[in-house]
């Protein structure tokens, strides 16, 4: 009976998880007004009744994908933007760490960025957002106190200034016009270059 039970749970678990694929690829590939649950259940391979059981709608997949990958990333970064000898060393090893995470997930992220002026995913869009700046501005802030950045900077303000310059990058990586490698030579500069303690203000 144990047994049993444990078949059943792996089973509804591999089933959600092929109706969360089926629609971060689609997402991914067409964007989200384009995709219907139909499309999903036909690209999960699952009736539209077993895709209502598991989720209410294609909101709730939705949801579910932007939470499931955005807090994801954001512990990501909070542990890349540690344990470095130096700050540049801190920025390199954290923006790394991030597209690592990018390319593993490069559909879901794909997805994300394509709508970001979502209004019906804007809530959930912004608290993620949100917590990627408030972690952000608490390092800042820990730097400035500790003398490595610049402490002439509203650490509020770089964070949000930061957090638009990585989608950016992300966003120029993911649509194919720059490599990896460039993207981030570029991203690191200005941020280390921008912010570090004892470096030149004109």
Do not use: W
């Not at 689609?26 to 077993?50: F, T």
């Not at 949000?160 to 016009?177: I, N």
């Not at 270059?193 to 030149?200: S, V």
């Amino acid at each position: 009976m144990a047994r049993d039970r444990k078949t059943n749970e792996e089973r509804r678990k591999a089933t959600r998880q092929k109706i969360v694929q089926a629609t971060l690829d689609l997402c991914a590939e067409r964007g989200y007004h384009m995709v219907s649950p139909k499309d999903i259940s036909q690209e999960a391979g699952v009736s539209v009744g077993i895709l209502y059981h598991y989720f209410k709608n294609k909101r709730e997949i939705a949801i579910h994908l932007i939470e499931t990958l955005g807090f994801a990333l954001a512990d990501q970064v909070e542990q890349g933007f540690y344990h470095a000898a130096t700050y540049k060393a801190s920025v390199e090893q954290g923006y790394g760490m991030l597209f690592d995470y990018v390319e593993q997930n490069k559909a879901g992220f794909t997805a994300l960025i394509r709508e970001f002026g979502n209004q019906e995913l804007k809530e959930h869009l912004d608290q993620v957002i949100e917590r990627l700046i408030m972690d952000s501005a608490r390092r800042i802030g820990e730097q400035q106190g500790l003398g490595i950045l610049r402490k002439d900077i509203h650490g509020e303000i770089a964070a949000r200034l930061v957090q638009d310059l990585a989608f950016s990058a992300v966003r120029l990586y993911l649509e194919g016009r720059f490599s990896r490698e460039d993207v981030l030579d570029v991203l690191i500069k200005i941020q280390a270059q921008g912010l570090e303690a004892g470096k030149p203000t004109s």
